[in-house]
């Protein structure tokens, strides 16, 4: 009996993501696409994602709520070749700051580099230089900030990144994957001869 409500709640989660669809133009791939592994993103664009785990459904409903706390929030961006929502942008003292809003299990040290490169894609089509990426662990109700300052040549190879995936889908040739660190995370390393695991 587990199971089958295990079952529902995930077709929930999946319901919940697809209600969302989101308007990317065809020039364009989501900055979220090119901040993993762009190998494992082009999968998903052949292949379809499967059910969501439900704890980033959890993990999603949280953040979507916490978002209202900011007067500016779900920014959408696009400057071909990418498209993305950034979180929010905040004013401090007069200096806006990007906002990434990370729910997680357990809070890192230093923040994931997948994450900064994230808000440093955002800052760049923003033009924004500074950005906070804020993690809220989901259990025991911490929070830890980490400030971020624009990065313009991680940015420019963010921008390539996105250029390869477009051509790979177009040509329709998987691209070599660009992090192996998230292997272990991916749900198409079975069908991937370049997965460590």
């Known amino acids: 009996m587990d199971d089958l409500f295990i079952n529902l709640f995930k077709h929930r989660a999946k319901a919940y993501y697809d209600e969302r669809p989101r308007d990317i133009p065809d020039n364009c791939v989501q900055v979220t696409e090119v901040t993993k592994c762009i190998r494992a993103s082009y999968y998903d664009r052949v292949?379809?994602?499967?059910?969501?785990?439900?704890?980033?459904?959890?993990?999603s409903l949280i953040h979507d709520d916490l978002l209202k706390t900011f007067d500016k929030y779900?920014?959408?961006?696009?400057?071909?070749?990418?498209?993305?929502?950034?979180?929010?942008?905040?004013?401090?003292?007069?200096?806006e700051f990007v906002i990434e809003l990370k729910t997680v299990k357990t809070i890192p040290i230093t923040p994931?580099?997948?994450?900064?490169?994230?808000?440093?894609?955002?800052?760049?089509?923003?033009?924004?230089h500074d950005g906070i990426i804020i993690y809220v662990d989901r259990a025991i109700e911490?929070?830890?900030?980490?400030?971020?300052?624009?990065?313009?040549?991680?940015?420019?190879?963010?921008?390539?990144?996105?250029?390869?995936?477009?051509?790979?889908?177009?040509?329709?040739?998987?691209?070599?994957p660009t992090d192996y660190g998230y292997c272990s995370l991916c749900e198409h390393r079975k069908i991937c001869p370049y997965s460590l695991f």
């Open 112 to 128: 994931y580099p997948n994450h900064v490169e994230q808000i440093n894609t955002y800052m760049g089509m923003l033009e924004i």
């Open 142 to 176: 911490r929070v830890k900030t980490f400030t971020v300052r624009f990065n313009e040549s991680m940015y420019y190879k963010t921008v390539e990144k996105a250029h390869t995936l477009l051509k790979a889908i177009e040509r329709n040739d998987p691209p070599y």
């Open 74 to 95: 779900e920014i959408e961006v696009c400057k071909p070749p990418l498209y993305g929502i950034a979180d929010a942008i905040y004013t401090i003292d007069g200096t």
């Open 47 to 59: 292949f379809g994602r499967g059910l969501p785990k439900l704890t980033t459904y959890f993990g």
